[in-house]
Nanobody
Framework: QVQLVESGGGLVQAGGSLRLSCAAS????????VGWFRQAPGKEREFVAR????????RYADSVRDRFTISRDNAKNTVYLQMNSLKPEDTAVYYC???????????????WGQGTQVTVSS
């Protein structure tokens, strides 16, 4: 079992930055993959970024590449999503998820956090 708790969401103006945190507890080891997904109102949940707990296998959605950075702090059992140059279309509930598959599809992730709201005003 892996427990995930997100934090760091909020309201920010376009062009601003936020850093989301995903604190993990329970069964964490280097093969665990942590992904960030988001879901905007009326839209399907979509992949944002992922990283393996060992620090490799990072990947980004085209829509956030060069603006978002995923990283992890093993000592704190936390994965971060640094979001820069935010746009109104980044507005969504952001979820972190964990699994063992190196995937960008949400069905491959077994454990999910409760989500944190990110709102970007224009």
């Amino acid at each position: 079992q892996v427990q995930l708790v997100e934090s760091g969401g909020g309201l920010v103006q376009a062009g601003g930055s936020l850093r989301l945190s995903c604190a993990a507890s329970g069964r964490t080891f280097v093969r665990i993959v942590v992904g960030w997904f988001r879901q905007a109102p009326g839209k399907e949940r979509e992949f944002v970024a992922r990283i393996r707990w060992s620090g490799d296998m990072s990947r980004y959605a085209d829509s956030v590449r060069d603006r978002f950075t995923i990283s992890r702090d093993n000592a704190k059992n936390t994965v971060y999503l640094q979001m820069n140059s935010l746009k109104p279309e980044d507005t969504a509930v952001y979820y972190c998820a964990a699994g063992t598959a190196i995937a960008t599809t949400d069905t491959f992730y077994d454990y999910w956090g409760q989500g944190t709201q990110v709102t970007v005003s224009s």
